[in-house]
């Protein structure tokens, strides 16, 4: 259940709650991405003590590995990986785009061959909810095709009708005990297409909705219209996600846009590569530049890295690929998308969130060499 707690005058940002079987999550909120089931790098205590509110699982790799059985005998993910809180599935959807070399989408679904050793692998509606279900996550999202943002007006017109009759069936499939299913609105940046599918969509009356078909190779201007497309027929009463978004300045837009859930690999990604989010944009911390720089990574930043690490050490244990480093980096990126999201969330609710919006952005000066926010190699996020 989502409760809408306070609107911003000057822009569609909003102050929520969702409540999930696995306990309470105040919005908006990032939610930070565990594919095989772990955030890289990372341990439930520390995501914990930072605040992580809520994780993200995948189908379609869990699936494979370690599979249902293990999953099943464990007693659902939640225990699997000693993570009490909410966990939030995505469906396999974005694996139809990732994984586009080794698949056929069918009627039904989608023959995928292993990423790992070739095997045969089906996925469609009733089989992505059976696995969500075994998982046992808070949140299961509908299994959808997410088409590449340049595919032919014929083959998003596709996607978008599949789309709406896959989310049919997944929403007559039975779920785990309180867990609660998202609708996914596909369509590019076509209005007509992301009309057509958010009405389909919400006519199904999810628990939530999710925009989808956003950070898969297109522009940012681009992928900011689509998301500003399928806000326009989501009702305000119920959670919104923007799936596999994005930098914090683009979160902090987004949110201006009305979107109440985030994920992305980007923290932990960037991190394995050296490069450190602050404030004022990002760095790479392998470069000569830091070498004898005892500062931390960010002044005035809490997380363990930063009060008890410099950047001359960082930059060492990177550069002689010592794991510490790379999990340092990781911790202080994860925990600066946290934190943002519970300074925006303070800032809607003192009312200050446009002044807040203002200087971030004013601040804030991305890199023209950032990563892609998406792995589709590995299918992930």
Known sequence: MFELLKTDPRSKARLGRLTTAHGVVETPVFMSVGTQGSVKALDPRELNEMGTQIILGNTYHLNIRPGMDIIRAAGGLHRFINWPKPILTDSGGFQVFSLAKIRKVRAHGVEFRSHLD????????????????????????????????????REQRQAVERTIRWAQECREQPRAPGQLVFGICQGGS????????????????????????????????EMMKAVELAELHLPTDKARYAMGLGTPAQLVELVARGVDMFDCVLPTRVARNG????????????????????????????????????????????????????????????????QLMADIRAALAAGTFAAFRDQFIANFAPSRKILSQRNPAKGER
């Not at 509908?142 to 590449?148: I, K, L, S």
């Not at 599918?197 to 919400?202: E, G």
């Not at 909705?209 to 190779?217: D, K, Q, T």
């Open 275 to 338: 490069t450190a989010f602050t404030r004022n944009g990002q760095f790479g911390l392998k470069g000569g530049a830091y070498k004898a720089d005892f500062r931390p990574i960010e002044a005035g930043c809490a997380c363990f890295a930063c009060r008890h690490f410099t950047r001359a050490y960082l930059r060492h244990l990177l550069n002689v690929n010592e794991i510490l480093g790379l999990r340092m980096v990781s911790l202080h990126n994860t925990h600066l998308y946290v």
């Open 190 to 221: 076509n209005p007509e297409l992301r009309e057509q599918c958010a009405k389909a969509i919400v006519a199904l009356d999810f628990d939530g909705y999710a925009i989808g078909g956003v950070s898969v190779g297109e522009p940012e201007a």
């Open 118 to 153: 070739g095997a045969p692998l089906f996925l469609g509606p009733k089989e992505s909810m059976e696995i969500q279900r075994i998982l046992g996550s808070d949140v299961a999202m509908v299994f959808d095709e997410c088409p590449a943002h340049d595919a032919p007006a």
